[in-house]
């Protein structure tokens, strides 16, 4: 029994580079959802998708920063012209239904540093 | 004002000590809350549910109070295996649902 599974776990970039994060939710859940973590403080939702859908965006820096579900595979977070302010964890969590009253699951995180 | 707000601790406590954990929220329309765990460098994962009828699961008990917009979390007999940030979450409908989490209060438990 899969859980989230994301990917890659760490992940160095220098500034300016490009970063993808990849999240597979857990079997059988449509909705994804995308947090980042800077060190020392706490979860900030950044993004929630449905398959070919954005539901709700109003936690993405409006600048560099891309999500995607497509049809067919992985969820995708994209940042791109990376700077060092971006490293931070970046944790994936998926639900079967809208979250009025299931729980969520996250993913082990995405760590991402930028040199 | 924040969505969701916790103590900010730490909390630091021995080993047996009964602590409790407080969170506000901000927005009437919410709909479902839960207490997380969150270790060191791991991922958020659901410690329980919480109800309006209030909720116990081994030394941990959950409350709601939807009058004051309040949710509660008590650790009976404190481990030192509970020593750990301790996230509130709340669900809430703005167009479609969004899950909010709290800064989290982290807690210490020594021997």
């Known amino acids: 029994n899969a859980g989230v599974m994301q990917n890659p776990r760490h992940l160095v970039r220098r500034r300016g580079q490009e970063a993808r994060l990849r999240c597979s939710p857990m079997?059988?859940?449509?909705?994804v959802y995308w947090y980042r973590q800077l060190p020392e403080e706490g979860l900030k939702f950044m993004v929630y998708?449905?398959?070919?859908?954005?539901?709700?965006e109003s936690g993405m820096p409006k600048e560099r920063f891309s999500a995607e579900f497509p049809k067919e595979g992985p969820s995708i977070l994209r940042i791109q012209q990376v700077v060092r302010g971006d490293s931070a964890a970046y944790f994936c969590?998926?639900?079967?239904?809208?979250?009025?009253?299931?729980?969520?699951?996250f993913g082990e995180g995405s760590w991402l540093t930028v040199v | 004002r924040k969505e969701v707000e916790q103590d900010p601790g730490p909390f630091n406590v021995p080993e047996g000590a009964t602590v409790a954990f407080n969170c506000t929220y901000s927005n009437s329309a919410s709909q479902s809350f839960f207490w997380y765990r969150q270790d060191c460098r791991k991922e958020p994962k659901l410690l329980m549910s919480?109800?309006?009828s209030g909720n116990e699961d081994g030394r941990f008990t959950a409350q709601l109070n939807r009058a004051s917009q309040y949710i509660s979390l008590l650790i009976r007999d404190s481990k030192l295996s509970d020593s750990a940030t301790y996230l509130c979450v709340v669900n809430f409908l703005t167009g479609g649902f969004k899950t909010i989490f709290g800064a989290g209060t982290r807690l210490f438990v020594k021997a």
């Open positions: 969590a998926s639900s079967n239904t809208e979250t009025g009253g299931n729980t969520i699951y």
């Open positions: 079997k059988g859940h449509s909705h």
């Open positions: 998708l449905q398959k070919e859908n954005i539901i709700d």
């Open positions: 919480v109800y309006s």
